[in-house]
């Protein structure tokens, strides 16, 4: 089951904030973020395993809801380097012998000057 | 290398042609994933290696598509008789240890493929 993502597009200006979202209906065992630049590799943000988990780096941070259904994306003082696809991607509900991801729907993330 | 290592970059190939996708993951990297990613979407999963087994190979799309990994390393994809269809960026990713949710998968820059 695909998480989704909103907003599909958010447009800003260099130091301004954003918010991305993941959402599932049923408990998600983790949520991976990842930010994909055009045509290049996706590239790992982070991950968050835990209800009420918060974490970050830099500027970008993100949180994981008690009840493991939305995960956030917080992106603060925008920067040019910022622009690109966000996924968040998340495991197979039953689990099996692999740690594949479903990603979700996409935010793509244009910052201006 | 340093990071996951794709080739070709790019592949143009006419309808009903084989073509082979190589991905040279991150040295000592257990776990192997190939993903498909159209154009404007998420990356979607193909198949999955374990060293050199083949453990979950449920994401291929049909039996044109075979992949490889025969000394747990170097892994190939290969589509036979393609079709337009199979028009799409192919990614390859690789993780440290296996069967876990809790550890980074590192990607690939892809293979871009379109059939004529």
């Known amino acids: 089951q695909q998480p989704v993502q909103s907003p599909q597009a958010v447009i800003l200006r260099e130091g301004e904030d954003a918010v991305i979202n993941c959402s599932s209906s049923?408990?998600?065992?983790?949520v991976h973020w990842y930010r994909q630049k055009h045509g290049e590799a996706p590239v790992f943000l982070m991950i968050l395993l835990k209800g009420g988990e918060q974490k970050g780096h830099d500027k970008i941070s993100a949180s994981f809801n008690e009840k493991k259904q939305q995960s956030s994306l917080y992106l603060t003082a925008s920067q040019l380097s910022y622009s690109g696809t966000y996924f968040c991607g998340t495991p197979p509900p039953h689990g099996g012998a692999t740690n594949k991801l479903i990603f979700g729907t996409g935010t793509l993330l244009a910052v201006q000057p | 290398g340093a990071g996951v290592s794709q080739s070709p970059r790019y592949k143009v190939a006419k309808r009903g042609q084989d073509v082979a996708l190589r991905c040279d993951p991150i040295s000592g990297h257990v776990s192997l994933f190939w993903y498909q990613q159209a154009l404007g979407q998420g990356p979607e999963f193909l198949t999955y290696f374990q060293n050199e087994a083949q453990l979950d190979k449920s994401g291929l799309p049909s039996d044109r598509f075979f992949a490889e990994r025969p000394e747990g390393s170097v892994s190939t994809l290969k589509i036979q008789r393609t079709q337009q269809e199979d028009s799409a960026v192919y990614l390859c990713?690789?993780?440290?240890?296996?069967?876990?949710?809790?550890?980074?998968?590192?990607f690939g820059d892809g293979t871009r493929l379109s059939i004529l």
């Open positions: 049923k408990a998600l065992y983790s």
């Open positions: 990713a690789s993780s440290f240890r296996r069967g876990s949710n809790n550890q980074p998968q590192h």
